[in-house]
């Protein structure tokens, strides 16, 4: 699907049986070629000036990747708000090249450590494909507005700038190419997403969701951003 302002074009979904890994792949392909296709501007983090002041530190952080050798796993934190969060980031030890950077938002009632261990992704990484990321939800739940959803959506928690806060702190500490930022939720995490993008849709190369639906159009004025809808 690409989302332009109120306005959606649907595809037959991509997704269908097969991996989550192996719909990543297509997605990527799909998005890539709807950008050339609309001709969407490259997101640039100078397109898109961050208003927080970022704080970050990281502690090591083994298990998700423990019989996977090339594989760094860490636990990172980020100030947001001046609230403490946590992400964690699975790269190759041989990462040099500049490659995509994937961000995955958890469901409801899960975690970063659960969307790493289920999504089917780490063969990316392990590829020097990508380079994956996996927030943590504050009490498992995320804030997309309107109230969504759970703890978070209750405490208006600033969910929106902890996914900007990561893809700037992860240009800084990877090989990251700004141009291939790519967003994927699942339930709660997909209802993130879309508020994210609306937010920020230079910063995003394409947006893929699971089992969401957007809670509001974005703006009429957004830039055209890929999306796959499943």
Not at 11 to 31: D, M
Not at 66 to 75: Q, R, Y
Not at 123 to 146: I, M, N, T, Y
Not at 160 to 174: M, N, Y
Request: proline share 8%; with cysteine; net charge positive.
């Amino acid at each position: 699907m690409r989302r332009n302002g109120n306005r959606a074009e649907s595809n037959q979904s991509v997704f269908g049986r097969r991996s989550l890994a192996g719909a990543l792949l297509t997605f990527a392909l799909t998005a890539a070629m709807a950008a050339l296709v609309t001709a969407v501007t490259s997101p640039s983090l100078s397109d898109n000036p961050l208003t927080f002041s970022l704080n970050s530190q990281t502690f090591s952080h083994t298990p998700l990747t423990a019989g996977l050798p090339g594989l760094i796993t860490e636990v990172h934190t980020v100030t947001v708000g001046g609230v403490r969060r946590t992400y964690r980031s699975i790269v190759s030890i041989h990462a040099t090249d500049r490659v995509p950077l994937v961000i995955v938002l958890h469901g409801r009632g899960q975690s970063g450590s659960t969307a790493a261990s289920q999504s089917g992704f780490l063969g990316l990484a392990k590829q020097r494909q990508a380079v994956l990321v996996f927030p943590d939800g504050e009490q498992r739940s995320w804030d997309a507005g309107h109230g969504c959803c759970g703890p978070a959506g209750s405490r208006r928690v600033p969910d929106v700038p902890f996914v900007a806060a990561i893809v700037a702190d992860a240009v800084r500490r990877w090989p990251v190419d700004v141009e291939r930022v790519y967003l994927i939720g699942y339930s709660n995490g997909g209802k993130l997403a879309y508020s994210a993008v609306c937010a920020h849709p230079r910063l995003f190369a394409a947006v893929a969701t699971y089992g969401a639906v957007p809670l509001s159009p974005c703006p009429p004025s957004t830039p055209p951003v890929p999306f796959l809808l499943a």
